[in-house]
């Protein structure tokens, strides 16, 4: 079987998450599974993806443009509708007379031309996989499945304009319903997609990526990115962009608290694109309220994985205090790497640390900075830490987690044909 992953809109950098995931994916099921590996991607991210292959039948598709007026959420009203019928779509009779109009031996090359990447897909792949949770059009002849990562405006719908959630509401939910199937990281991701759009459970598989890390290389580029970034001695690290749900205010608020009531004077290493959003703004106010413009380090969007990892291994502690975290990446990569962390009691942040020692209340600042100074001054207490790393670690090697993909394109296809 050949599986497909769709990565096209995927502009690097600008979607952390969603670009680790997707790394990990493709790397996971290069290396660990015996489906042969398509990447459609644009030529702008076609190098970055290239290095996540292992297997020598893998191999990246290049897609240098897409028709706009095939994307799904530009098709409104009646035609929508049929585009989103099962029945319609799968239908043998519609299928070969849409076929002949619309892809002959004088429409194709054009249509390759203008970027229509349907035949490309269906000929190259058994099912596609869109690690982000909306499908890039609705009429595809094979198992299509999305991952969704959260339903964060569902469940904050004050950190987004009106205008987005009724993209989102509009786009997301009729991709979730066209799928044929979804992957989620977390169980309450798929409780979310039940309660809120009403998707059939069985529909939904749980699927935890997988995460190897060389901590060799990892120490290689520790000296280097410490001379880039300017990285003070002693510092927490919180690796994520700038954004109302990350709850950075808090925990520079915090850091204020661990200063001045435990007389605790370390720094802070946030990573990201600061500008990626007005949030930043607040921040950094925030910082200078303080006055730990000395204490708070910005190192902005770090390309490379390995110099994030080096950051992160020499810090003092990992901090995750977001209001709401399907999952976390860096808790992931904290855990493989054995450093201490501690975060959020919400959403997938519980699943992912396992033991409450470790999470705090993340609206209660003054609990975030006791349980920092704890891990910072409590050596038994540190040692419980790197304990529990070493158990929730075990749940994210690929070797005990890709079983739960394989299974699911299994599935899809499975669902995809049975009635033909």
């Given at each position: 079987?050949?599986?497909?992953?769709?990565?096209?809109?995927?502009?690097?950098?600008?979607?952390?998450?969603?670009?680790?995931?997707?790394?990990?994916?493709?790397?996971?099921?290069?290396?660990?599974?015996?489906?042969?590996?398509?990447?459609?991607?644009?030529?702008?991210?076609?190098?970055?993806?290239?290095?996540?292959?292992?297997?020598?039948?893998?191999?990246?598709y290049?897609?240098?443009?897409?028709?706009?007026?095939?994307?799904?959420?530009?098709?409104?009203?009646?035609?929508?509708?049929?585009?989103?019928?099962?029945?319609?779509?799968?239908?043998?009779?519609?299928?070969?007379i849409?076929?002949?109009?619309?892809?002959?031996?004088?429409?194709?090359?054009?249509?390759?031309?203008?970027?229509?990447?349907?035949?490309?897909?269906?000929?190259?792949?058994?099912?596609?996989?869109?690690?982000?949770?909306?499908?890039?059009?609705?009429?595809?002849?094979?198992?299509?499945?999305?991952?969704?990562?959260d339903?964060?405006?569902?469940?904050?719908?004050?950190?987004?304009?009106?205008?987005?959630?009724?993209?989102?509401?509009?786009?997301f939910k009729?991709?979730?319903?066209v799928?044929?199937?979804?992957?989620?990281?977390?169980?309450?991701?798929?409780?979310?997609?039940?309660?809120?759009?009403?998707?059939?459970?069985?529909?939904?598989?749980?699927?935890?990526?997988?995460?190897?890390?060389?901590?060799?290389?990892?120490?290689?580029?520790?000296?280097?990115?410490?001379?880039?970034?300017?990285?003070?001695?002693?510092?927490?690290?919180?690796?994520?962009?700038?954004?109302?749900?990350?709850?950075?205010?808090?925990?520079?608020?915090?850091?204020?608290?661990?200063?001045?009531?435990?007389?605790?004077?370390?720094?802070?290493?946030?990573?990201g694109?600061?500008?990626?959003?007005?949030?930043?703004?607040?921040?950094?106010?925030?910082?200078?309220?303080?006055?730990?413009?000395?204490?708070?380090?910005?190192?902005?969007?770090?390309?490379?994985?390995?110099?994030?990892?080096?950051?992160?291994?020499?810090?003092?502690?990992?901090?995750?205090?977001a209001?709401?975290?399907?999952?976390?990446?860096?808790?992931?990569?904290?855990?493989?790497m054995?450093?201490?962390?501690?975060?959020?009691?919400?959403?997938?942040?519980?699943?992912?640390?396992?033991?409450?020692?470790?999470?705090?209340?993340?609206?209660?600042?003054?609990?975030?900075?006791?349980?920092?100074?704890?891990?910072?001054?409590?050596?038994?207490?540190?040692?419980?830490?790197?304990?529990?790393?070493?158990?929730?670690?075990?749940?994210?090697?690929?070797?005990?987690?890709?079983?739960?993909?394989?299974?699911?394109?299994?599935?899809?296809?499975?669902?995809?044909?049975k009635?033909?």
């Open positions: 079987m050949k599986i497909g992953i769709f990565v096209y809109s995927i502009k690097i950098g600008a979607v952390g998450g969603v670009q680790q995931y997707a790394e990990r994916l493709i790397f996971g099921l290069s290396k660990y599974s015996d489906f042969g590996v398509v990447v459609f991607c644009s030529p702008e991210n076609s190098e970055h993806f290239r290095k996540y292959l292992g297997k020598a039948q893998d191999k990246i290049t897609i240098k443009s897409r028709i706009k007026f095939l994307k799904p959420r530009v098709i409104n009203g009646i035609l929508k509708e049929i585009f989103k019928n099962r029945l319609v779509r799968k239908n043998k009779f519609l299928y070969k849409t076929s002949l109009i619309f892809y002959n031996f004088l429409t194709i090359p054009l249509l390759r031309l203008l970027g229509d990447y349907k035949l490309i897909l269906e000929k190259e792949v058994d099912v596609v996989h869109f690690p982000y949770p909306y499908l890039q059009r609705y009429d595809l002849q094979i198992p299509a499945i999305i991952s969704f990562h339903l964060l405006y569902k469940n904050f719908p004050e950190f987004f304009k009106l205008k987005n959630i009724e993209k989102m509401e509009n786009y009729s991709s979730a319903e799928s044929t199937r979804i992957i989620v990281s977390f169980s309450h991701v798929r409780y979310d997609l039940v309660k809120f759009y009403g998707i059939q459970a069985d529909k939904i598989d749980v699927c935890r990526p997988g995460l190897d890390i060389d901590n060799n290389i990892v120490e290689q580029k520790m000296k280097k990115n410490f001379e880039r970034h300017k990285i003070p001695q002693d510092y927490l690290i919180y690796p994520a962009a700038p954004s109302p749900h990350k709850n950075h205010v808090r925990l520079i608020q915090a850091l204020d608290l661990l200063h001045n009531k435990y007389n605790k004077k370390v720094s802070l290493v946030i990573t694109s600061k500008y990626a959003s007005d949030y930043y703004y607040l921040i950094e106010k925030e910082i200078k309220k303080f006055n730990l413009e000395n204490y708070v380090v910005f190192t902005d969007y770090i390309s490379s994985q390995e110099e994030l990892y080096a950051l992160m291994k020499r810090s003092l502690l990992v901090v995750v205090p209001l709401y975290e399907a999952g976390s990446g860096p808790v992931d990569e904290a855990l493989i054995n450093i201490p962390v501690i975060g959020s009691e919400k959403a997938g942040l519980p699943e992912q640390i396992g033991e409450k020692e470790f999470m705090f209340d993340p609206y209660n600042i003054e609990e975030m900075a006791e349980k920092i100074n704890l891990m910072l001054t409590d050596d038994k207490i540190r040692q419980r830490n790197l304990d529990n790393c070493k158990r929730q670690a075990e749940k994210i090697k690929w070797e005990n987690s890709i079983n739960s993909f394989v299974d699911c394109y299994n599935k899809a296809l499975k669902d995809f044909y009635n033909d």
